[in-house]
């Protein structure tokens, strides 16, 4: 069981709350003049960090409110809880390195990059 320290109501069962991926995530302002795949690359890629990763979360069952989190995705540690539109706390940015200190190559923390060169259509991807 995953206690989830909401900003406004305290400690509550996971349970009570969804996930909502990704913090921090502005949507373009020139969408209009984004390309397929860099409106694809804003839509489905997403980090796939391991350790210390932000992250948005509703209190579903509760105040119904999102906040932010920043949790250990090694330990599944929440380490701070902070509302929409507050910086995280403690300077975190993002980037840090892995508990155990792995490379960035091939410990999952490069995810959206890999990917993306997979499918870029100018790089030999699997698209025609
Ligand atoms: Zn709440």
């Given at each position: 069981?995953?206690?989830?320290?909401c900003?406004?109501?305290?400690?509550?069962?996971?349970?009570?709350?969804?996930?909502?991926?990704?913090?921090?995530?502005?949507?373009?302002?020139?969408?209009?003049?984004?390309?397929?795949?860099?409106?694809?690359?804003?839509?489905f890629?997403?980090?796939?960090?391991?350790?210390?990763?932000?992250?948005?979360?509703?209190?579903?069952?509760?105040?119904?409110?999102?906040?932010?989190?920043?949790?250990?995705?090694?330990?599944?540690?929440?380490?701070?809880?902070?509302?929409?539109?507050?910086?995280?706390?403690?300077?975190?940015?993002?980037?840090?390195?892995?508990?155990?200190?792995e490379?960035?190559?091939?410990?999952?923390?490069?995810?959206?990059?890999?990917?993306?060169?997979?499918?870029?259509?100018?790089?030999?991807?699997?698209?025609?």
């Amino acid at each position: 069981m995953l206690l989830i320290p909401c900003p406004y109501c305290g400690a509550r069962d996971q349970t009570e709350f969804g996930y909502g991926g990704e913090a921090h995530r502005a949507r373009p302002t020139d969408s209009d003049r984004m390309s397929d795949a860099q409106w694809a690359h804003y839509v489905f890629m997403r980090k796939n960090t391991k350790g210390v990763f932000a992250e948005r979360w509703v209190h579903a069952a509760g105040c119904r409110k999102w906040f932010n989190a920043l949790r250990n995705t090694a330990t599944d540690e929440i380490l701070a809880v902070y509302r929409m539109g507050e910086p995280p706390p403690g300077g975190f940015t993002d980037g840090l390195p892995t508990p155990a200190g792995e490379p960035a190559i091939g410990s999952g923390n490069d995810g959206s990059t890999v990917a993306l060169g997979a499918f870029d259509p100018g790089a030999g991807g699997d698209r025609p």
